[in-house]
Nanobody
């Protein structure tokens, strides 16, 4: 069993900040990459940011320097610091991990955390 547990979503005013955290636990051999995706109502799920085990980072085009992803490999944790939030950032944010189990590789998702940006 593998679990991804997210925390840190909520309501924030435009221009504000939120910090999302995700911890992966269970029978994990290694994690290739961890990151965040988001899905707004009526839209497809899209990449927010990912970081692989070597530290390579990818951001969605809409991030434009406002978000920072970081990862603690020893703790199987990924953190997304979101600054200068806009109303269009409202979405459910999902943690994602591409990892190795004892004899296979798979992608796991968290349950999602709601981010609302509104005055």
């Amino acid at each position: 069993q593998v679990q991804l547990v997210e925390s840190g979503g909520g309501l924030v005013q435009p221009g504000g900040s939120l910090r999302l955290s995700c911890v992966a636990s269970g029978s994990i051999v290694s994690i290739y990459a961890m990151g965040w995706y988001r899905q707004a109502p009526g839209k497809q799920r899209e990449l927010v940011a990912t970081v692989n085990s070597g530290g390579r980072i990818n951001y969605g085009d809409f991030v434009e320097g406002r978000f920072t992803i970081s990862r603690d490999n020893a703790k199987n944790t990924v953190v997304l610091q979101m600054n200068s939030l806009k109303p269009e950032d409202k979405a459910v944010y999902y943690c994602n991990a591409d990892l190795a189990r004892s004899n296979f590789r798979a992608v796991y998702w968290g349950q999602g955390t709601q981010v609302t940006v509104s005055s």
